[in-house]
C-alpha cells in the first residue's frame, strides 16, 4: 500500500495549485481519504476528507469555500485543488487513507495510511 503526493511548490498570495495523489495496492474506492498540513511549529491539521464509494465531501473552516477534494477512481488518484491560497497555507501537504473508516474524519490518529508530503509556500 502506497501513496505518493506530488504538486506542491512556490505560489503567490491569491493563486492557485493542484495537489496530486496516486494510491497503489488498494483502491480509493474502497477507503475514506482525506488531505492534512503541517505548518512549522503547528500540530497536523485536518482540512478535507471524502468518504468512500459516495464520495461525500468535508472541510475545514480554514479552507471551506477556497479547497476542494476530489479522486479519479480510474487513475487512482486523489486531488486537492486549492484556490485563493493565503500565505497562511503555506505547509506540508500530506494525503491520506483508511479501509476501516466508517466514516470520514479529519483525525489524523484515524489514518493507516499516508503519503510522504508535499511543501506548498504562498509567499509574494
Known amino acids: 500500500v502506497q501513496l505518493q503526493a506530488s504538486g506542491g511548490g512556490l505560489v503567490q498570495p491569491g493563486g492557485s495549485l493542484t495537489l496530486s495523489c496516486a494510491a497503489s495496492?488498494?483502491?480509493?474506492?474502497?477507503?475514506?481519504i482525506a488531505w492534512f498540513r503541517q505548518a512549522p511549529g503547528k500540530e497536523r491539521e485536518g482540512i478535507s476528507c471524502?468518504?468512500?464509494?459516495?464520495?461525500?465531501?468535508w472541510y475545514s473552516d480554514s479552507v471551506k469555500g477556497r479547497f476542494s477534494i476530489s479522486k479519479d477512481n480510474d487513475k487512482n488518484t486523489l486531488y486537492l485543488q486549492m484556490n485563493s491560497l493565503k500565505p497562511e497555507d503555506t505547509a506540508v501537504y500530506y494525503c491520506?487513507?483508511?479501509?476501516?473508516?466508517?466514516?470520514?474524519?479529519?483525525?489524523?490518529?484515524?489514518?493507516?495510511?499516508w503519503g510522504q508530503g508535499t511543501l506548498v509556500t504562498v509567499s509574494s
Open positions: 471524502m468518504s468512500r464509494r459516495d464520495s461525500r465531501e
Open positions: 491520506a487513507a483508511d479501509l476501516e473508516l466508517t466514516l470520514p474524519s479529519l483525525r489524523p490518529d484515524e489514518y493507516d495510511y
Open positions: 495496492g488498494f483502491n480509493l474506492d474502497d477507503s475514506v
